[in-house]
């Protein structure tokens, strides 16, 4: 089973497998980097990390358009319901949780960061998602400082891991590498840099540290741009 991941800018990626669309923290109307409206994607279901609005700003329309169930924390998806969505299509999970949904498994990862929501509300704890696609094991570690369990979210092998480097609000590029030798996947790509100037990055470069410290292939994308494996 082929897996498709493109990159929307930020840290929303839409990832496509077994004919399904899962579409990742869909933040696309108010992004400054993101190449497609949140009108025009497809989503069969969304992941949302926590609740920030650069994560979770479009979730409730593009759920309501698309009928799409929301797998995100316990709290962001009460909040969730709030809103209007169904509750039937809200899946509320907590670190070290996992469940199994048509296109794949999915495990809800510790994250350190916060997770208010745009009302101010309560939003639970923040976290990462570790997705088994088929043979294919992809994690996203969303918006995180670096933390040493990585090794254990590494130790089943990763084709993809997907890692911020803005810094400021997440870890940065140093931090990053210590990531990727801890995660040791075979492909790693960065998210969380360069959508407002406070967390610009060199990409090139970060890209560069990558290919000499670690064991990992670094793919840097440009939003609207694909991964498949
Ligand atoms: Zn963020």
Redesign the pocket.
């Known amino acids: 089973m082929s897996v498709t991941i493109t990159w929307f800018g930020h ?1 929303c990626w839409s990832i496509e497998t077994g004919g399904k669309t899962v579409l990742l923290d869909p933040f696309l109307d108010e992004s400054p980097t993101a190449p497609v409206k949140a009108a025009d994607v497809r989503a069969d279901f969304m992941l949302v990390s926590h609740g ?1 609005f ?2 979770i700003s479009d979730a409730v329309p593009i759920a309501q358009r698309t009928g799409a169930t929301v797998l995100t924390n316990f709290e962001v998806g009460q909040w969730l319901v709030k809103q209007g969505m169904d509750e039937e299509k809200v899946v509320g999970m907590n670190p070290g949780g996992g469940c199994r949904q048509p296109f794949g498994h999915v495990k809800f990862t510790i994250a350190h960061h916060s997770s208010s929501l745009p009302d101010g509300s309560y939003g639970g704890v923040p976290g990462g998602f570790l997705l088994t696609l088929g043979e294919a094991r992809v994690y996203f570690a969303c ?1 995180t400082a670096l933390f040493l369990d990585m090794k254990l979210i590494g130790a089943g092998g990763l084709d993809l891991a997907v890692v911020p480097i803005g810094d400021l ?2 870890m940065g590029p140093e931090d990053s590498i210590d990531a990727i030798k801890m995660l040791n996947p075979r492909r790693v790509a960065p998210c ?1 840099y360069n959508t407002w100037p406070p967390i610009e990055q060199d990409a090139a470069a970060w890209a560069g540290q990558v290919r000499s410290h670690t064991a990992a292939e670094p793919i840097v994308l440009a939003p609207g741009e694909k991964i498949t494996f």
Do not use: I, L, S
Request: aromatic share 12%.
């Open positions: 840290n920030h650069d994560h918006d609000f997440t969380h």
